[in-house]
């Protein structure tokens, strides 16, 4: 069993930046792709960004590129997100994910294992 634990929930003003971790214990997560999702109220949880477990392919939404950085140290089994320039529009719980066996990466039913979530707001 995996349990995976987000910290770094913050509010921030708008342009401003936050770091996300997320610790994974119960299962080495070295060799596995992980990820982050996305769900703001009364929306469907969506897709962040993933990275591979090298750490050298990493994927993102759109509405991230550029302003988010995804990145891990498999020696701490941890995860992380780096988030710059933060508009109101990412506003929402943040998920960390792991083990996308089911499917596409890019859809929430693909993963195994979630976190609890972690609240990220961004005033205007």
């Known amino acids: 069993q995996v349990q995976l634990v987000e910290s770094g929930a913050g509010l921030v003003q708008a342009g401003g930046s936050l770091r996300l971790s997320c610790a994974a214990s119960?299962?080495?997560?070295?060799?596995?792709?992980m990820g982050w999702f996305r769900q703001a109220p009364g929306k469907e949880r969506k897709f962040v960004a993933a990275?591979?477990?090298?750490?050298?392919?990493?994927y993102y939404d759109d509405s991230v590129k550029g302003r988010f950085t995804i990145s891990r140290d498999n020696a701490k089994n941890t995860v992380y997100l780096q988030m710059n320039s933060l508009k109101p529009d990412d506003t929402a719980v943040y998920y960390c994910a792991a083990v996308p066996d089911k499917g596409p990466p890019s859809y929430a039913s693909s993963w195994s294992y979630w976190g609890q979530g972690t609240q990220v707001t961004v005033s205007s």
């Open positions: 119960g299962r080495t997560l070295s060799s596995n792709t």
């Open positions: 990275i591979r477990w090298s750490g050298s392919r990493t």
